[in-house]
């Protein structure tokens, strides 16, 4: 399975939102968003984001070189605030850059929560769940793209994700979603160790970031975060990753219910 058709690949990018703990937490969720670009596709993802990273400048006074981040732009901290702009003006920031990923035409995405209290057995590290489920998503897109993946993660848990990696790569079944028994879905499409990217270095990651908020809130409805800034993604949302489970498009929730 090394070295699929074309010897082409994607890159698989990565933030989080939200909190892995139980106790003490302020948050009842763990959320990983993935931002997936074809190698051929890479760059002119770059291109058109540092194009539209000019149009934040020139619309909202955000300088290209600031990083954006969801809980910065929704709490005014970091460079935004220096900007003066409204929390209705950051909003608009934020569905430009979904509408964006939409439009530049290389972006898929899709996003895996993990709600803390659903879980019964408290034996695991969320972020494992969370990273398993992933790269189970990770291997089926790869595998009907017939592409190898790279994941790049933000950086801080590469040594977690690489054990887990490492570990799916050689073993893992799964429940056959179609009556009994398991089927082997071992991750041999995911190649190397994660590489890990500084989010204030990568446009891709940043865009990964804004979007893990945004599904959380699209499963979680806030008192001011619409629903509807997941759906700007539109067609760049990967709805096979859930396609079977249902909710939300493009959103693994675990557990269910």
């Known amino acids: 399975m090394w070295g699929r058709e074309g010897n082409s690949m994607y890159f698989a990018y990565f933030d ?8 003490g937490s302020p948050t009842n969720t763990f959320t990983l968003a993935a931002v997936l670009i074809h190698d051929s596709n890479w760059l002119s993802a770059l291109d058109q984001s540092i ?5 934040l400048k020139e619309r909202f006074h955000f300088a290209p070189r600031d990083e954006i981040k969801a809980s910065w732009l929704i709490h005014n901290k970091g460079p935004f605030r220096k900007t003066g702009l409204s929390y209705p003006a950051r909003m608009q920031a934020y569905k430009a850059a979904m509408r964006f ?8 995405t899709f996003a895996v929560i993990i709600v803390k209290d659903r879980i019964k057995k408290r034996d695991r590290d969320v972020r494992e769940i969370a990273w398993q489920y ?4 990770l291997e089926r ?3 009907a793209k017939k592409d190898n993946i790279m994941i790049c993660p933000d950086e801080g848990h590469g040594d977690l994700i690489k054990k887990q990696l ?3 790569r050689r073993f893992h079944h799964v429940a056959s979603a179609f009556g009994g028994g398991t089927l082997n879905r071992a991750a ?5 160790d994660p590489f890990e990217k500084r989010s204030t270095e990568s ?4 865009w990964a970031d804004l979007n893990a908020y945004a599904a959380f809130r699209r499963a979680f409805p806030g008192n001011n975060f619409g629903v509807d800034i997941w759906d700007e993604l539109g067609t760049a949302v990967l709805t096979d990753v859930n396609r079977l489970s249902g909710g939300p498009p493009g959103i693994v929730i675990w557990p269910a219910q």
């Open 16 to 23: 989080e939102s939200g909190d892995s703990g139980f106790e």
């Open 51 to 55: 194009a539209f990273r000019r149009y």
């Open 101 to 108: 990923q939409r439009k530049a035409g290389v972006f898929e």
């Open 134 to 137: 992933a790269i189970q998503r």
């Open 141 to 143: 897109f790869g595998t």
């Open 166 to 168: 490492r570990a799916m």
């Open 188 to 192: 041999q499409n995911i190649v190397e």
């Open 203 to 206: 446009y891709f990651v940043q």
